[in-house]
């Protein structure tokens, strides 16, 4: 039987395997799944298990597919949680730093002012704040 009569034979067994994959495991470059070396067994007339038990087997194949598509399904569901909660944080972030420039501007924009009331020969509000307050208390 050569490679691509193989990989046509696994298809009737739900088994997608191109004849340079077929390639690849006689070489020993890649291994089997589970599955794959049960249906090219099959396809090759060598039985793992007696012929009775193949139904059972098979079933127990087709569940174990089962549970890891609701493995690989959960694993993006969570992919995506992730995924958004990343751009979240992302958006928090430049939110951040902007809330952080914005201060910086006010500050600067503060100090200008409290320079200009100085030079005009005021005090800064704060200095004159608590002199007022201070003669309050006497």
Do not use: C
């Amino acid at each position: 039987m050569t490679q691509a009569q193989l990989s046509v034979e696994l298809i009737s067994h739900s088994v997608d395997i191109d004849p340079s994959g077929v390639a690849r495991i006689e070489r020993g470059e890649r291994s089997p799944r589970f599955n794959e070396a049960v249906a090219i067994a099959e396809v090759l007339g060598i039985h793992l298990v007696a012929p009775g038990d193949a139904g059972a087997l098979r079933g127990m194949l087709l569940q174990a597919g089962d549970a890891e598509r609701q493995v690989l399904e959960e694993v993006t569901r969570l992919n995506l949680q992730l995924a958004q909660i990343d751009e979240r944080l992302a958006e928090a972030r430049t939110s951040e730093a902007l809330a952080r420039e914005t201060a910086a501007e006010l500050r600067s924009r503060k100090a200008q002012i409290m320079s200009r009331l100085s030079d005009l020969g005021h005090a800064p509000w704060e200095t004159r704040f608590n002199s007022q307050r201070n003669e309050a208390d006497q």
